[in-house]
């Protein structure tokens, strides 16, 4: 895990070294802003329920690499192809037991990724 001087010196790049800027997230004083915790392939991983931990232990390990934990989390978007809302939430529900960050889900039709659910996320730094 890496920091790079952001774009216009309004923050730092937070990912593992060689990835591209869009694939994780920036980090101000304050903040993180993250894209990321998309899970493995659907043929690596052919069950929801772990593919969706996945995607959340990918969010905390980022997380914890910036200082940061899921306990700092102020906003959650969450984007899943097909209909998994009762699944994402049993999983989501083991990982924010009490009191859950304020959540955004959407419903995607089918899209040309090689994953089904991605999650972006506003932390405290």
């Known amino acids: 895990m890496h920091a790079t001087r952001g774009r ?3 923050g730092h790049f937070v990912g593992e ?29 052919r069950h929801l329920r772990a593919r969706i931990e996945r995607c959340l232990r990918n969010l905390q390990h980022i997380l914890e690499t910036a200082g940061s934990s899921l ?16 699944t994402i939430n049993e999983v989501y529900a083991r990982f924010f037991p009490a009191d859950p960050p304020a959540r955004t889900f959407v419903p ?18």
């Open 8 to 10: 216009r010196g309004s």
């Open 17 to 45: 070294p060689g990835a591209r800027r869009a694939d994780f997230g920036c980090r101000t004083r304050q903040r993180l802003y993250l894209r990321l915790g998309h899970a493995a392939d659907r043929s690596a991983d």
């Open 71 to 86: 306990d700092r989390i102020c906003m959650v978007h969450v984007y899943a192809s097909g209909d998994h809302y009762r």
């Open 108 to 125: 995607v039709g089918d899209w040309p990724l090689e994953f089904d659910i991605e999650i972006e996320c506003v932390a405290l730094a």
